[in-house]
């Protein structure tokens, strides 16, 4: 008894702290905080610069943007003159190389960073003079050295080759394109030979037009005061000189009449990138700009409940996260809503899309989805406020684009002020439902599927830098396709005829082969054993260092494949029966051979010419993968084949040159093999061919 | 050349001595239930971070049921008893605030950021998740498959994503570093609700939980709050019980506890129950949660592992892996400056000599990954075209060979300790930032003031220091030498 009372004392004592609270209630607001943007400080140098500063004492740093007046310029046959400037500011001065500029910027802890358009410094405020000549160097003195502008059009090179694999950056030129198709900035893309016409001489005389103070803004944020700013502003930057900033007006892009349908292929895509986009007749500072952020971010400006998220993802689960983007500048504005979708879902995401823009231009959002996104964008302006670059930024927005002085004082009056019927009607007046440009990347499959959407039924076929690409055309061939495989295995043999080509090639009842197969950039050396029998029997074996890591063996009816994995085990398939079908079409000593017993089982595309020569071009098919094959019109040679690889969603172009052809049992094979897989180059050198030696039948065994 | 080294020399001095002017002013306290909390006035933006750190990373996972902590992050947007599934995320847009939640081998960090009135409403958020988060099949299979998108779209589909799990795994044969945060699917396939719960009732307790917040608040206002919606969870098991009598039947209950559930109060559970209910409260309230830690200690490596994973890349590439002191070490903070002169910005020597004059790499880096325990340090370098991945890995070894076998010079020395100068300021630079940093120093180390003493801790290490665990550290026998080729290598 006594225990039990000790405990109830203890319990109330334990208890004694936890008062009543309903957990269920939620909790209100307080009162709303006073959101106060500080005005920055701005003051004028007597070249034309303009300073903008706003003081932050938190932490001891301090940083400077150096921002050019200029509007873009057009560049022509030199489209990406000045990405790659900005890419090559930091490469050196006429008084530091590159390797002095690093390790100097490096020592003090401070980044650096610069564009076309601008240079950035950030730093602690201990180190801002050391710093500012940095800064200061290379806005006076880039010298864009000779062996640096090697390197970096060395690494344009390769970023150019994944722009081609790469249907995000594919949708993006495509959509400049046709947005801005005539003489606008953004419509100028950087391609292989744009790039090549690009020449140091030409960085070196934008950068002089570029980099001038006249018209050019200082910002400076951070850790000092006006005075301190004043003096560095006018000791750093008050003798640089320059010329007049570039003034142009461009059009504000290009409306299709009705909605238009542009292709842009990716092979063996298994999705869709589709992005559906319209200029828009909007700079900054339109009245109507407050309520288009507001329309955007409830039509698919980020987060989940938005229109696009709701419909395209959560309710039909076509793709991961659909979003639209709003764009307004000086030179060119524009709405884009884009997401990628499987194949087989791509007609029905963009009658999705279309369905949201025209539902948007009809009916009044809920009160709902309004509150949540206004709430969800004054917040993150409200966020946005703690970074000091916020406010400076603010400042120069007001006088690049001639704002209001109060605009962003009052922004958060004017956004929570934007109803149901404001997002309405802009909607209606900016909202072009049934004349957007849709772009679509991806696999020809669904060329057919989405026809319907154009206005006028013809869809535009761009390429990866979104200029107008007809698919491959070939010339055509006066030729029967069937002739030029005979034609083919009459060379190989040096026969007169395919009779005796036929017979010649007969005579070859197995064959073993050694091949070194060389991976450039790979640490190892492969061996690559290769046997065949009559009629169609195939072994292949790879091995590396004496050791088999991958194995192929097909016996006419079956077939399997033993590879190794990670762990040193095997992993072993079975041939299906569609691959055992497709092996038979091909499989045997000379491939062609067997392609010739059913003429449906290729297809001759046509003529085309490859360095200066002129091939037939023969296409087969084998599952989902296809192969073209060239023969060359004078030799009936093959010397050239690309094959498009697809295993479930690996898809892969592997091309392959055959040189260096030698006579075994009076029948030609290419000794030489060199293969292009993405950008690795593989080269495989024959190191023996024997023929008719006795191969023991256990090594064609599938088991 | 001699103007510029007077420059530099004359940017050196002072580095520590002005360090420090300002600190981050703190309060902190313990609550009865053990939960921590910390608490920094900022009043510069109307904003404030909220934040809950646990203690419980992938480390603290049963080997067979690995990617529970990262998975839990994921469940804890869920909802929970007071707030609908699908709405977490709702209260937080729908009031201006932003969120997000991250985990590393050793915590899970949760995070809502609000204009500053709203700090009650964060609070509240927390502390549901906390209490009485949905831990229930059905969030569990709609996580599962988004834990798995994430895993498809971070590690599966990104260019060598995949080499951080493939390094810990051949680094570590005991210690549960050897798998990473994301775990292996097959576990989460194989749970089931009941390991799931048993996860969120030892981890999730305030016991484990550190309460960091930072911002436009009054701390008094700040501390009456926390004792609302924090002090009035009881400490010990009884917050498990508690949780029992949501989730379990009466059947369960009975047999769990020889008690019915008709002895609590169901709106008011630890304050309106019977006598006693409240008598078993209290027992369940003194039963401690027992945290389980782990306190394997990996044997060194006594080889050098060489290794190839294919991948969907391009380019080759080279990882070379370490054993590396725990992140309270001296050792640690050496080998962070080291990794800081081999990796630290365009003039550090990986990127210098390999990338920009040899030109034998697109990129060569290095991590010092800081853990509780021993880890991981990393050096590696991804091929340029057509150069053989191994005359890159012998580049890289040669830069390693120098920093064992040369003193890096006075100057990178000081570059190092300027670009940690910098660093900190920087981090510390958000209330975001700053509340992340104060729980980190307390869960870590023990001491939030730490945060104010980041920068003195490398004053007394040297550059003989660095030679020493460049060599103690970055042994050739004792690696992980890890190759990624592309897949087509494999197959053709």
Known sequence: MKKLITSIAFVYSALIAFGQIDRSQVPEPGPAPEINIADPEIFNLDNGMKVILSSNHDIPKVSFNLVMGSDPRLEGNKAGLAEFMGDMLLAGTSNRSKDELDQEKDFIGASLGASSSNIYLSCLTKHMDKGLDLMTDVMKNANFPEDEFKRIKKQYESNLLSVKTNPNEMAKNAMYKAIFPDKHPYGEIMTESSLENIKRQDLVKFFKEQFTPAGSYLVIVGDIEREKAEKIANNQFGDWEGGVPFEEEYSMGYKPKGNRVIFVEKQGAVQSVINVAFPLDMTPGHPDQIKMRVLNKLFGGGGFGTRLMQNLREDKAYTYGAYSRLNVNREGSWLSASGSFRNEVTDSAITEFLYEFQRITEAKVNDEELTLNKASLSGSFARNLESPRTIANFALNIFRNNLPSDYYQTYLKKLNAVDKNDVLKTAQEHFTPNNLNIIVVGNTEVLDKIKQFDADGEIEIFDAFGNPSKQKEYRAADIAPQKVLEEHLIAITESRNIRQAKRRIGRIETLKKTVEVEPKGSPMTMTAKQYFAEPNKEFSSMQVSGMEVQKQVFNGEKGISISMNRTGGKDTTYFTDEKIQDKKKTAGIIPELGLMKDTSNFTLLGLDSLNGNDYYVIQYTQGESSTRAFYNTSTFMKEHTEKVEVNGEDVQTISAKYKDFHKHKRVLFAHKITQIIGSTTIESTVKSIEVNVDIEDDKFKVE | ?492
Request: with cysteine; hydrophobic share 35%.
């Open chain 2, 1 to 492: 050349m001699k103007r510029i080294f007077l420059a530099l020399l004359t940017i050196s001095c002072g580095f520590l001595a002005q360090a420090q002017e300002r600190k981050i002013d703190f309060v902190e306290y313990d609550l009865d239930n053990g939960m921590h909390v910390i608490l920094h006035e900022d009043k510069s933006t109307p904003i404030v971070a909220v934040s809950i750190m646990y203690h419980v990373g992938s480390k603290n996972e049963n080997p067979d049921r690995t990617g529970f902590a990262h998975f839990f992050e994921h469940l804890m947007f869920e909802g929970s008893q007071n707030i609908d599934r699908g709405e977490y995320d709702k209260y937080v847009e729908r009031n201006g605030g932003t969120l997000n939640a991250n985990t590393s081998q050793d915590r899970t960090y949760y995070y809502e950021i609000f204009p500053s009135n709203q700090l009650e409403l964060g609070l509240w958020l927390e502390s549901e998740r906390l209490l009485h988060a949905k831990v229930d099949k059905t969030g569990i299979e709609t996580q599962r498959e988004v834990v798995k998108e994430e895993k498809r779209q971070r590690v599966d589909n990104q260019p060598y994503g995949s080499f951080m799990a493939e390094m810990f795994d051949r680094l570590f044969e005991k210690h549960p570093y050897s798998w990473t945060p994301i775990g292996y699917m097959e576990h989460l396939d194989a749970a089931q609700e009941k390991d799931y719960v048993d996860f969120y009732r030892t981890f999730y307790v305030p016991s484990n939980a550190t309460l960091s917040i930072a911002g436009d608040i009054d701390i008094e206002e700040t501390k009456k709050m926390i004792d609302k919606y924090y002090s009035t969870i009881p400490k010990g098991q009884a917050i498990n019980l508690y949780r029992d009598f949501l989730s379990l039947s009466e059947d369960e209950f009975q047999e769990k506890y020889n008690h019915s559930k008709a002895l609590f109060d169901e709106d008011q559970f630890f304050t309106n129950s019977s006598d006693k209910g409240k008598v078993l409260i209290a027992k369940y309230a003194n039963k401690e949660v027992e945290i389980p830690r782990p306190s394997i200690e990996e044997p060194a490596l006594e080889k050098e592992v060489i290794d190839t994973v294919y991948d969907d890349i391009q380019l080759p590439a080279v990882f070379l892996g370490y054993h590396s002191p725990a992140q309270d070490s001296e050792d640690a903070k050496a080998l962070q400056m080291l990794n800081t002169i081999l990796s630290g910005g365009t003039s550090a020597r990986l990127n210098k000599e390999i990338v920009e004059d040899q030109q034998l790499a697109v990129s060569a880096f290095s991590f010092a990954f800081p853990l509780e325990d021993p880890g991981m340090a990393t050096i590696a370098g991804i091929a340029a075209k057509d150069v053989p991945v191994d005359s890159l890995r012998m580049a890289i070894d040669k830069e390693i060979e120098k920093v064992q076998t040369e003193l890096v010079s006075e100057m990178e020395f000081t570059k190092v300790k300027n670009q940690f100068e910098n660093r900190f300021y920087s981090s510390n630079s958000s209330v975001a930032g700053k509340a992340e940093s104060l729980a980190n120093n307390y869960v870590y180390f023990n001491n939030t003031n730490r945060v104010n003493e980041e920068l003195k801790q490398y004053e007394d290490i040297t550059r003989e220091d660095l030679q020493r665990v460049a060599k103690k550290y970055l042994k050739k026998d004792a690696r992980v030498v890890l190759y990624y080729l592309p897949k087509d290598k494999k197959n053709k």
